[in-house]
């Protein structure tokens, strides 16, 4: 399985390609965008993207940080999250056109100590136009120019990580994101995404023990969380996948995916009413939800013992 990953710059200023309208549907996306102390964001640029359509458009978060986005079509969407002095992210959703979505909870970090000129946001956005045009040889070479011309932005080592990991390479994608830990040991992000490179090198030991190294409560991405649990679960660590899970399910209590999940490692450690619980919740929050036949199923396996 493929990771996630995140695309941070310091500035990204990106050009979203708006295509012939494939990508409309009638499914409904609702989200909100904190910073790191939990405070909402207004004025965040938020672009969804479906690749299969070749289609998207943007909107922006209002007072309260919160966000829409209708008319989409079933399937995996990119979402991109920018704005000025903040570190930008990038991540992947399923759009289900049968159900409510859950809400999709983004922190964005405020970027420190870097002073962006008009040159840099000039040079960012050709750089990052590339990159959403899937030119990743031809963003690469820009990332790596900059990082040459402002090393003291050494940030952007994550943005020729991610070229290098688009384009499968993923141990040049390692060297990147390491030249970021150098600089600053305890960015989260970096130790994620090194673990991520690893993950798909289906080195699972070393994502895992990149994993470890990232204190749980400083992740505030529920799908970041929820797939560093399925890591655990895959191998049979079930504890550790419980602690990813519900911390998931803390932040982004319908997040119907990780309580399926949280009543599976409960169900695998038989921890009967537990997992009970996280399936009821499940039935609750939206009953006619697509693997809601399975979750019966437990239900009824699990009131029978």
Not at 85 to 91: D, H, L, R
Not at 139 to 161: D, R, S, T
Request: hydrophobic share 40%; aromatic share 12%.
């Amino acid at each position: 399985m493929k990771k996630t990953f995140v695309l941070c710059a310091c500035v990204l200023l990106m050009t979203a390609a708006l295509a012939a309208q494939d990508y409309k549907g009638k499914a409904r996306l609702l989200g909100v965008v904190l910073d790191q102390d939990g405070k909402p964001l207004e004025g965040v640029k938020v672009t969804v993207f479906l690749p299969e359509a070749n289609g998207g458009f943007s909107v922006t978060t209002d007072k309260e940080g919160r966000w829409t986005a209708a008319w989409l079509k079933k399937g995996s969407w990119n979402l991109d999250f920018e704005k000025v002095g903040y570190e930008p992210k990038k991540i992947s959703v399923s759009v289900s056109e049968a159900q409510k979505n859950p809400e999709v909870k983004i922190n964005i970090k405020k970027v420190e100590g870097l002073m962006v000129t008009e040159d840099l946001k000039k040079e960012l956005g050709a750089a990052n136009e590339l990159f959403d045009k899937n030119d990743y040889q031809g963003a690469l070479a820009a990332f790596q120019a900059m990082v040459q011309k402002y090393p003291e932005a050494y940030i952007l080592w994550k943005n020729v990580g991610n070229c290098y990991f688009a384009l499968e390479q993923y141990d040049k994608a390692e060297e990147a994101y390491h030249k970021i830990v150098e600089k600053d040991p305890a960015d989260s992000d970096a130790m994620l995404l090194i673990g991520n490179t690893y993950a798909n090198r289906k080195q699972n030991d070393k994502a895992l023990e990149w994993y470890n190294k990232i204190q749980i409560d400083k992740i505030k991405d529920t799908i970041v969380l929820y797939n560093i649990g399925i890591d655990y679960y895959s191998i049979g660590k079930y504890e550790d996948a419980l602690r990813f899970f519900k911390q998931s399910v803390e932040i982004q209590a319908d997040n119907l995916d990780a309580l399926y999940q949280l009543g599976l490692v409960y169900l695998n450690l038989q921890k009967n009413a537990e997992a009970i619980a996280a399936f009821e919740s499940i039935l609750k929050i939206n009953p006619d939800w697509e693997k809601a036949p399975q979750v019966r199923s437990f239900l009824e396996y699990l009131k029978k013992k």
